[in-house]
């Protein structure tokens, strides 16, 4: 028998209406748990009890708050090794990975357990005689989260620390391929120090129970990360409420080797940027713009970086690429490599499913050669170990590449050269530039966010998250004397 496990409804542990079957995507033999799906009046629920909970929570002294926050990113840190276990069990990433990213989570919560005690407002005087102003920033109140399966602790740890920092109840709704982390994540905050109902999880599908979640007029504030279409459906539930809303998307990050670049150095830096994460990672290096001087050295020895990769099993020591999540993903995946393909483009290496010793959703990390930036899949994001070879001749050219595309979430460039770095990154139309770096890999206390398809509303992530998790109030203060 499988363990059923719950959601957590107005500060209780409830079964919803069905449940649903977590299978490893490393060996679909494994049964990972069952997890229940919320019902509509357990959202109505708990939404009604996060807004009395977030009433309390918000008299909370400072160091309470931060006592809690701390509390949970300890606990994330300490446990890391055993809940990334569980991580890379469900979504199939190797354990390095999946432990980083819980690693990862606990400081997005000790951080911000710092920033509880750095909310500092402003004072001015009146253009009036005889009155001062206080300017500080409030709670939003109540705030939907919704993930994705991708990173599914850390994505959900740097919307739920920075909206518990600021005072704010939460209510989230998990990807459904990856409950299992949910409810790791969900015990670590329920024990805490709280007002029952401040903290709520909700699993269940997005077009259920998360489009019930963002058309509520009980929702403040909806923090969403996943993809363009579903992004356009949630943005347009908010705006019928005028609900705050904030979403990070997907992209077609590029990176760019100079012919000036040190080969090795830029091998390592797009070989890790594409197949890391096994390509499914919004800030994934997709688009490898190659300067026609270096590109036969620089695509031979990436062809023999991806072969050299190892997948297999996400739980197996020396495993660097684990599985694609599902066999749904993996098929859109294939179907991508048909388009390459019947687009003109030459599949040098990998883009195969694979049959290792236990049934899973296997694909080798696979490249393009000869592709141009007009083709589907230099303009659409695949989410796949999937990389295509761009060949330029000259740096203008490689930034105009850069920037024809309807995302900008990261770019990257390889090059010895300041002058080009320091035009790139001042010009390339991305809310995350690098330079002699992987474009995936960021830091928890900057902002991160995109431009154009990639994101809406504010920056994530460091000090600019209390632009989304708070409101600003404007105070008048008279001395009260005619
Ligand atoms: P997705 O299909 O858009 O789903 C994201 C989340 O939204 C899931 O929890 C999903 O639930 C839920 N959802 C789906 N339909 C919904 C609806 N109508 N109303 C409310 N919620 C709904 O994305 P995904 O496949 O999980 O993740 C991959 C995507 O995430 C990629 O496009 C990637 O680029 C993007 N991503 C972006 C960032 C970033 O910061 N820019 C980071 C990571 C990933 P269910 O899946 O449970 O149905
Ligand atoms: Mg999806």
Not at 42 to 59: D, G, H, P
Not at 63 to 83: D, F, H, P, Y
Not at 378 to 404: G, Q
């Amino acid at each position: 028998m499988s363990k059923s496990y719950l959601n957590l409804i107005a500060g209780k542990w409830c079964e919803g209406d069905n449940e649903i079957e977590n299978r490893n995507p490393s060996d679909v033999a494994d049964l990972i748990g069952l997890y229940t799906q919320a019902t509509s009046d357990q959202l109505s629920t708990t939404l009604n009890r996060a807004k009395q909970a977030q009433i309390e929570w918000a008299t909370y002294g400072l160091e309470r708050k931060q006592s809690v926050l701390n509390s949970i990113g300890t606990e994330l840190m300490a446990r890391s090794l055993e809940l990334g276990t569980l991580l890379s069990r469900e979504e199939g990433k190797p354990v390095a990975e999946g432990k980083g990213e819980v690693y990862r989570a606990g400081q997005f919560f000790t951080y911000y357990a710092a920033e509880c005690l750095r909310q500092l407002g402003e004072n001015a005087d009146s253009v009036r005689d005889g009155i001062e102003i206080d300017v500080r920033r409030e709670p939003v109140g109540v705030v939907a989260v919704i993930s994705p399966w991708n990173f599914p602790t850390a994505t959900a740890s740097w919307k739920i620390a920075p909206a518990l920092c600021y005072g704010n109840a939460v209510v989230w709704k998990p990807a459904n391929l990856t409950p299992a982390s949910a409810v790791a994540l969900t015990e670590i905050i329920a024990k805490q120090d709280i007002p029952e109902g401040l903290f709520s999880l909700v699993m269940g599908s997005g077009s259920t129970i998360g489009q019930q979640l963002v058309e509520s007029a009980d929702v403040d504030a909806i923090t969403f990360t996943g993809s363009v279409p579903v992004g356009k459906q949630i943005a347009a539930a908010a705006i019928e409420n005028l609900t705050k809303v904030q979403m990070e998307m997907g992209s077609k990050n590029a990176l760019v080797v100079m012919d000036d670049a040190d080969v090795d150095l830029a091998v390592t830096v797009a070989a890790g940027g594409a197949f890391g994460g096994t390509g499914q990672k919004c800030t994934a290096s997709s688009r490898l713009i190659i300067h026609d001087s270096i590109s036969d050295v620089f695509t031979e020895k990436l062809i023999a970086a991806a072969k050299a990769l190892k997948v297999g099993h996400a739980l197996e020591e020396g495993t660097q690429i684990g599985p694609v999540v599902s066999e749904q993903q993996l098929q859109e995946n294939l179907d991508y490599v048909a388009v390459g393909l019947k687009e003109g483009a030459d599949l040098v290496c990998g883009g195969d499913r694979l049959e290792l010793s236990h049934e899973g959703y296997y694909m080798s990390p696979g490249i393009f050669m000869n592709t141009r930036n007009e083709m589907r899949i230099n303009r659409e994001e695949m989410f796949a170990p999937l990389a295509s070879i761009i060949n330029v001749d000259s740096y203008d050219e490689a930034l105009s590449v850069v920037n024809d595309t309807q995302f900008g979430l990261t770019s990257g460039i390889v090059t010895k050269s300041l002058a080009r770095a320091t035009h790139f990154r001042r010009n390339a139309r991305t809310g995350v530039v690098t330079v002699n770096l992987p474009t995936a890999g960021t830091d928890y206390h900057v902002p991160f966010g995109g431009r154009g398809d990639s994101s809406y509303g504010p920056r994530e992530q460091g000090r600019s998250a209390a632009e989304f998790y708070t409101t600003v109030k404007t105070a008048y203060i008279s001395a009260g004397q005619a």
